[in-house]
């Protein structure tokens, strides 16, 4: 064709992929990532390409590693393709390297798992060792990332996927220690391959050190490693896995790696859901014991996340779909819009009863008739229905801020009733618009089914609701800050009742009054304290203290002591 230039075929020097290019190029960027001159041509060729061996026909080069060089190869007795690991050669000699090549194999050949790379067979030839895997037909993770953002949804798909495969090996005493996207492959159905189990430390019996590593090296890649792995890789267990499949997330979702001092991903993309925050910031903790104990703990976090129904996009869609990765369209808008709303309208509510006891109560004790507005009633009459409903109305804001159920409908029903009150109508239209909306209907519902602030003004958008085995400790926690409220409100009805009788009795009675002033000082400050252990139980807090007090009390009080434990082991878990 006139004008065309003339191209020729080059082959990529790291992993032996060929590609047309112009013959004017002078560089050319490979899909592994390695640039090079198409012009150059190997000094050397690969001794393995288009031979056989033992059953095994190489055809090309996959990559390469710390481990050796995988190649594609076809099995001669099924006619299948696989991929085919050979130990490099300058270390096929040694025998303690040997030696860690054949236990690799031996690890991975107990691994039986969907999201697993598995291992087919193993082999010598011409001294050369050689492990024969599962050949997975799609890509690796680097290449997808590399055209932009992941979706979060299949981001957080890809890594749950990720730590089923690596809770299956920790719970089978193995760890990867190299988790990377070059390690994760994905199919061309999207199905999530973990490959590369060459780092892996098995966690034997018997007190034999069976390491997949080199004596004094620290292996891995260093940006995803956790911190105690870059000190000394003997140390690492599986939350450095946890640490690498959190890295790989927060690097899909905001295209950078978390160095230094990093932006939570909400901040770099928004519209992200704010629950990804928190999972990251507990499984990037430099503090292993800070992170999630288990791959499956975070795993479940992220599953919660992603509860819409449908099957994950095949590779050709995730291709696509990576290309823009935009933020949501319709951002959920954040928790504090209907908490911010609720508790100024049950504030002013609240306040508003207040003033009407206290106006119902000066109208009980006026000398002259006083106009109580619409109803022409006496005084005594109009101010006991007005100090009622000032009561009423306090109590249902009051007992609306704990999201009682019956406390909204009960606020709904007596601003109706103050509705022809002229200077009451603001109010109630207030109220109305407010209380009676869906959205907030719904958040109400949520937050009187123990559900927090995230998770109920997600739901009252239209988001699925959480799974229920999420909701147990919460439960557990509002049942253990209960209990200390109820020991609170005990002790100080007790104190004000040792007061009360000091100042009758104390100056009539020296001894008796010494007795009760001798009390109420100790079950005040008993009585403060427990409010105050209720309202950081209630947050959240102090949660491990509060099984230890509960149980020094359980001759007392077994049933709540029983809570505070159970309590205490879900902060232990991680699941509050």
């Known amino acids: ?124 030839v011409d001294g050369r060792y050689f492990i024969v895997m599962e050949y997975v037909e799609g890509m690796n993770l680097r290449a997808l990332v590399r055209r932009g953002r992941v979706p979060a949804k299949e981001a957080c798909r890809i890594v749950a996927a990720v730590l089923e495969a690596l809770d299956y090996a920790h719970r089978r005493g193995v760890v990867h220690r190299d988790i990377k996207p070059e390690n994760v492959l994905i199919r061309e159905d999207g199905i999530v391959k973990v490959a590369d189990f060459g780092l892996s430390r098995f966690l034997g019996t018997d007190g034999i050190d069976t390491r997949l590593t080199r004596t004094h090296l620290v292996l891995g890649t260093y940006e995803y490693m956790a911190p105690e792995q870059r000190e000394s890789s003997r140390d690492a267990d599986s939350r450095a896995d946890i640490y690498a499949a959190a890295v790989v997330l927060y ?64 590779l050709k869609q995730l291709k696509q779909a990576s290309r823009v990765a935009p933020p949501p369209p319709d951002p959920l808008k954040p928790p504090a819009v209907y908490a911010g709303r609720l508790d100024v309208l049950l504030t002013v509510l609240s306040v508003t009863g207040i003033a009407l006891g206290i106006a119902g109560t000066v109208l009980v004790f006026a000398d002259e008739q006083v106009d109580a507005g619409l109803y022409e009633l006496d005084n005594d009459f109009a101010g006991w229905i007005v100090g009622l409903f000032g009561l009423l109305l306090w109590g249902a804001a009051e007992r ?27 109010l109630v239209v207030w109220t109305w618009i407010v209380l009676a909306a869906p959205s907030m ?108 007090l509960w149980s020094v009390l359980a001759p007392v009080a077994p049933r709540a002591a029983r809570r505070a434990r159970m309590l205490a082991r879900d902060a232990r878990d991680g699941l509050i």
Request: hydrophobic share 45%; net charge positive; charged share 25%.
């Open 1 to 124: 064709m006139p004008g065309s230039e003339t191209r020729m075929i080059c082959t990529c020097p790291a992993c032996g992929r060929k590609a047309a290019v112009a013959e004017s190029a002078r560089e050319v960027v490979c899909d592994c990532g390695r640039r090079f001159d198409p012009a150059a041509r190997p000094t050397v060729g690969d001794p393995f390409l288009g031979r056989d061996l033992s059953g095994y026909r190489v055809e090309e080069v996959i990559g390469s590693g710390g481990m050796g060089t995988v190649y594609r190869a076809k099995q001669l007795s099924l006619g299948r393709a696989v991929a085919l690991k050979v130990l490099p050669p300058n270390v096929a000699d040694d025998p303690h390297f040997v030696g860690r090549f054949h236990r690799e194999a031996e690890i991975l050949a107990q691994l039986s798992h969907p999201n697993v790379v598995q291992v087919i067979d193993r082999g010598v």
């Open 400 to 426: 609306a801020r704990r999201f009682d159920p019956p406390a909204r409908t009960a606020l709904l029903t007596l601003t109706l009733l103050a509705a022809p009150t002229v200077i009451a109508l603001p």
């Open 251 to 314: 690097e899909m979702l905001t295209g950078e790696l978390p160095i230094g001092r990093f932006d939570l991903p909400s901040e770099r993309v928004p519209g992200l859901d704010a629950r990804l925050d928190a999972i990251l910031e507990r499984g990037l903790a430099k503090d292993p014991d800070r992170r999630f104990e288990r791959a499956s703990a975070m795993g479940r976090a992220l599953g919660d996340i992603v509860t819409s129904p449908g099957a994950p996009l095949d």
């Open 441 to 548: 209907r719904d958040y109400f519902d949520a937050r009187a089914r123990e559900l927090d602030e995230v998770d109920a003004a997600a739901l009252a958008q239209g988001a699925p609701p959480p799974p229920k085995e999420r909701l147990a400790p919460r439960v557990r926690r509002r049942e253990a800050a209960r209990a200390n409220r109820t020991a609170a409100q005990g002790l100080l009805v007790l104190a004000l009742g040792c007061w009360i009788a000091w100042l009758v009795s104390g100056a009539k009675m020296r001894d008796e009054g010494a007795f009760f002033f001798s009390m109420a000082s100790i079950l005040t400050p008993l009585g403060i304290w427990f409010e105050v252990l209720h309202q950081r139980v209630a947050a959240g807090a102090w949660i491990r203290f509060n099984g230890w």
